[in-house]
């Protein structure tokens, strides 16, 4: 894989997952809400995913996720159905308690499953990997050397974005003290991870 080929792929990817989507929004709402500390697990899934989509596309697999396609929609209802719960959840969290006690830390593995379903179950992550990618790289000459090289890269321009973006919401989250500031913030971070749900379940 040349460096070209490398750098024409992390560009379109860094422009493509920069900007604001269902994943996006569920994991800055999760931090406006929660904080940065127990996001670890939602965004190692949420790389892992990509990086499976990148596979599949590489490799000449997408007809295995064709074949498949029911599991990858019971997949995509059971992320939008937790991510509506959480949006409820979040809408009605209570604000009297010290910001570090608010809300209660979720479980690991729960979040790691719901980064899953959302990133799998992305239509905008999907036709990027099944539809653009092609466009810009000649898969049918990708060896296995150079799909390591593409999942390295998909890993370190996923990573800064998406710490970027828990940075960004972290600072924000710091200027909410009062429990006022704290309600809208839960209710602000209920609306995008409920907007999360409704724009995956309609694509």
Request: no cysteine; proline share 3%; glycine share 8%.
């Amino acid at each position: 894989m040349t460096l070209g080929a490398l750098a024409l792929f992390a560009i379109t990817l860094f422009v493509a997952a920069g900007s604001p989507g269902p994943s996006v929004a569920a994991l800055v709402a999760r931090v406006l809400s929660r904080g940065h500390r127990d996001v670890l697990p939602f965004l190692a899934a949420m790389w892992l995913g990509e990086a499976l989509w990148l596979t599949l596309a590489v490799f000449g697999l997408v007809a295995v996720a064709t074949t498949f396609h029911a599991v990858f929609i019971v997949i995509k209802w059971a992320g939008i159905a937790y991510l509506g719960y959480l949006a409820w959840k979040m809408w009605f969290a209570e604000t009297e308690t010290t910001g570090e006690e608010l809300p209660q830390t979720t479980s690991g593995w729960k979040m790691f499953l719901t980064g899953m379903s959302i990133t799998i179950g992305n239509p905008k992550i999907m036709m990027f990997y099944v539809a653009l990618l092609p466009t810009i790289l000649d898969l049918g000459s990708i060896t296995v050397v150079g799909w390591a090289e593409l999942t390295v890269t998909l890993l370190l321009v996923l990573a800064v974005v998406d710490l970027s973006w828990v940075f960004l919401a972290s600072k924000a989250r710091r200027l909410l003290k009062s429990p006022r500031a704290m309600k809208i913030a839960n209710r602000l971070s209920a609306g995008m991870i409920g907007g999360a749900a409704v724009a995956i379940a309609t694509r």
